[in-house]
């Protein structure tokens, strides 16, 4: 990837290594009426330490993610599952949110789900965003979404 942002039809794209056992990168997209949006996937930004106790400057990630309009982020784990997995590239969904915050993004998008998670999981899973977030959080990915941007 260039190291430099680039420009590809109208948008700007820049692209930056995050927080993976092996090379990973994340990206982000603008257009020219400020529409922005992240994608990080296989991100694990809690691994170098809680991301609530640290700046925006020492968070994989953040420079990519940074006032973004929507952030789409990995979120392949629930908090327990999380424990038994940490070091593996992912994220939990506490730590997804936690780092939406920390970079202000508008709106967070979680992605990136366990392959072997069915609906009724992801039903469950939904109901630790609500409890973390709140009604108003984040939006749990589902196969078939569409989002659209100005």
Do not use: C, K
Request: no cysteine; proline share 7%; net charge negative.
């Amino acid at each position: 990837m260039p190291r430099e942002p680039w420009a590809v039809e109208g948008a700007s794209l820049s692209a930056d290594l995050v927080l993976h056992p092996g090379p990973t990168v994340g990206f982000r997209v603008e257009n020219g009426s400020g529409a922005s949006f992240a994608y990080l996937p296989d991100h694990e930004p809690a691994l170098a330490g809680p991301i609530h106790a640290r700046s925006r400057d020492w968070i994989s990630g953040a420079a990519l993610a940074q006032e973004v309009g929507v952030l789409f982020h990995d979120a392949q784990y629930s908090e327990d599952e999380y424990e038994e997995r940490l070091g593996w590239g992912h994220s939990s969904v506490a730590d997804a949110i936690a780092f939406s915050r920390a970079v202000d993004a508008r709106r967070l998008v979680l992605f990136h789900h366990d392959p072997l998670r069915g609906d009724d999981a992801l039903d469950h899973l939904g109901d630790e965003v609500r409890a973390l977030a709140g009604d108003d959080g984040p939006t749990l990915a589902r196969e078939g979404m569409v989002f659209e941007f100005p």
